[in-house]
């Protein structure tokens, strides 16, 4: 929870942010447990390891509720590549997501 | 209200969009050389792309009154033969007197390999060499802590650049802080699924200030909204910022910066 005594930098009151962004947000959410229940319900799948897009995932959804703040950052970090050296050679234009651990 | 959109990729878009760009307020934009979707298969379509950019994008702009400049470079993305890279890398200087053209950009790492690498660092050097502003390209998602560091150390470690002179691009909440604290300044791309939301650029200024900030599109060729920093002004102003802020993150910050390239104008 945010601290009381540091300064609000949204000029916003909290109610007006709740009444501008829940519903969006809501739809948001939803959209999350959509997903997660599509997996429960999905067909078995082509490899036997666990993806690691989704382990990051539900990592991520436990930051949301830790109280902890900053937790777009904290979500991100969590999603990043922790190494610090270049890579040989790319193997793809793309990303996945979420850092895969050698 | 007016804007600059400081990075957008106007060769992708059509006049339909430069036409709603100019309704919705945009006096000028900047566009930088990036990866067109595919692989091109020769110096030879770089310079074309170079003559597109510099030549035949700036007219297509004029006719919605929008200024339109440009950044060279080869992207990334296309990095990982040196060989090709330092061919197209060597086909630069010889745009970089035309009226419209800024800097060295959009360049950056992609996978963070050391291909990638050490073509930045020859860009990085190029610019030195004949004074120009750059604009980075941090990479995409999982990638961009890691190579936004790796950018700045070699920036740093090059040891001839103003890091005031200096945009690292498509900054994040986990990367934003260690941009300015090097004292380079910071775009927020304001780009669905991959980079950023006007509402959570909003929450970065609100925590950051206005210094040394700025919001772009990044429209291109890909799922992107043209009409994005406009949407981030009207998102700022429905929170209760003052016009003061709004124009500073959306025109007075990419005038101030571009100006340093002694080019920059935006026709008013």
């Not at chain 1, 989704?54 to 991520?60: D, F, H, N, S």
Request: aromatic share 8%; net charge negative.
């Amino acid at each position: 929870m945010a601290d009381p005594n540091e300064q609000p930098t949204c000029p916003m009151p909290r109610d007006k942010v709740v009444d501008r962004y829940f519903m969006e947000h809501r739809a948001k959410l939803l959209d999350v447990a959509a997903f997660l229940d599509r997996l429960d319900r999905s067909a078995a799948p082509e490899s036997q390891d666990d993806d690691f897009r989704v382990e990051a995932m539900q990592r991520a959804i436990q930051l949301l509720i830790d109280e902890k703040g900053e937790r777009a950052k904290r979500v991100l970090e969590l999603f990043s590549d922790p190494t610090e050296t270049p890579i040989e050679k790319a193997p793809m234009k793309g990303a996945d997501g979420a850092y895969k651990p050698e | 209200m007016k804007y600059i959109d400081p990075h957008i990729h106007m060769v992708s878009r059509t006049t339909d969009d430069y036409q709603r760009m100019a309704m919705a307020g945009c006096v000028a934009v900047t566009e930088p050389a990036f990866w067109a979707g595919f692989d091109r298969n020769s110096a030879q379509g770089f310079y074309d792309y170079y003559v597109q950019l510099t030549d035949t994008e700036p007219k297509r702009a004029a006719q919605f009154g929008i200024a339109h400049h440009c950044w060279l470079c080869i992207n990334p993305k296309e990095a990982e033969d040196p060989g090709f890279a330092r061919e197209v890398i060597g086909l630069i200087p010889d745009f970089l007197d035309k009226p419209n053209v800024l800097g060295i950009g959009e360049i950056g790492l992609n996978k963070n390999s050391k291909n990638e690498l050490e073509i930045l660092e020859a860009q990085i050097d190029l610019a030195a060499q004949h004074d120009q502003l750059i604009l980075v390209h941090t990479p995409h998602l999982e990638d961009k802590l890691k190579g936004t560091k790796l950018i700045m150390d070699a920036i740093k470690n090059h040891g001839s650049i103003d890091p005031g002179r200096v945009l690292i691009d498509h900054v994040e909440e986990h990367t934003y802080e260690h941009v300015l604290d090097r004292g380079h300044w910071a775009g927020m791309t304001l780009y669905p699924d991959s980079k950023m939301t006007p509402q959570r650029a909003a929450d970065i200024i609100e925590m950051s200030g206005t210094e040394r900030l700025w919001i772009n599109s990044a429209g291109d060729w890909g799922c992107s909204d043209p009409l994005a920093v406009p949407k981030c002004q009207q998102e700022m102003k429905l929170r209760g910022h003052t016009t003061q802020t709004i124009e500073q993150i959306s025109y007075d910050n990419p005038l101030k910066f571009l100006s340093q390239s002694g080019r920059f104008n935006t026709g008013e």
